[in-house]
Each structure stands twice: as C-alpha cells, then as structure tokens.
C-alpha cells in the first residue's frame, strides 16, 4: 500500500513537470498590468508573444476572436465589480478576447471562458476598442492599464497597432 501511494505521487509529479514544460515551452514572457480603479485593484495577467517576422493583419480575419497574448488565456481580476460600457462584470476572475469587425474595428470581450470554449452565452460583456497606428513596431506585445479615478484604460500594443477600450468601476 504505501509503496502504491510513492509511485502514485512520483507519477503526479512527473506529470506537473511535464505540464509546466509544455507550457513555457513556448518561450514566451509573463506580463502583468496593475492599476487602482475607483475603489478596484485591477491586475491583467497574459502571455507577452513576439512578431517574428509575422504580418498581424494576415493573423486574423473580420468576425474572428482573438485570445490575446499567448500560452495561457490573458485574465482581468478584480476585488470590486467593475462597468464595461455600461454592463456590469462582477468582481473576480475573467478572460479578456478581441474580436475584429472589421479591417480597423475592434472589440474588447469580457468572458467566462477562454477563447477556445467561447460562445455568446461566455459573453460577460463588450466594449468597442479604438485603434492607432504606431510609427515604429512593437515585436513583443504588451498590455498597459491606467487609471484616474473611477476611469480605467486598457491598451494592447503589438506591431504597428494600438488598441484601447475604456471601463471604470462599477457604481
């Protein structure tokens, strides 16, 4: 029995490990944003993915989600509710995606799932992102979120492209 209980344990070991090689086999750096809204400890956590040569208007096509960042679904967490364009996302936990509209138009989706399980019920809620072109290219992309006041911004930034969505905390 215990010599049961060892090799149980050594196997759930060894499949910890493996499981977090895989996941940093991409090679990709963790980011963070934090930020105080309102009342609210915001923190955005994602994976930070390079360029590599890669065009990103070849990447993705109108009516299409994205998951934002890489290896890991990118996450907001909150200790308050927070208001996305006039919705209310209670506090916790949550999954951030983009989907472009179209060429040039973009939206920012709060969900209960990562992209690969998503459907409009995971839809927490949506805001429209605006979008500016940068003079220089950004190879790995980065997230920024600011606040003033009640006011938060979150800005996604990757090649030539600037995307930003506003929030505040919920009242």
Not at 39 to 46: F, H, L, M, R, S
Not at 95 to 102: G, I, Q, S, W, Y
């Amino acid at each position: 029995m215990q010599r049961r209980s060892v090799l149980i344990l050594a196997g759930l070991t060894c499949a910890t490990s493996l499981a977090a090689t895989i996941v940093m086999a991409h090679g990709n750096e963790a980011g963070k944003a934090e930020a105080t809204i309102g009342n609210a400890k915001v923190t955005i956590t994602y994976g930070r993915p390079t360029l590599k040569g890669r065009d990103l208007s070849k990447m993705i096509q109108p009516g299409q989600t994205w998951r934002i960042g890489a290896d890991m679904p990118t996450t907001i967490e909150s200790d308050a509710d927070l208001d996305f364009g006039g919705t209310r996302v209670p506090k916790g936990k949550h999954v951030l995606l983009a989907r472009m509209d179209a060429p040039g138009q973009w939206s920012l989706v709060v969900s209960s799932q990562p992209v690969a399980h998503y459907s409009a019920a995971a839809k927490l809620a949506e805001v429209p992102m605006q979008v500016e072109s940068q003079p220089n290219s950004a190879e790995e992309m980065t997230i920024n979120l600011s606040g003033e006041g009640g006011n938060g911004t979150i800005e996604i930034v990757w090649g030539t492209q600037k995307l930003s969505a506003s929030f505040k905390a919920a009242s």
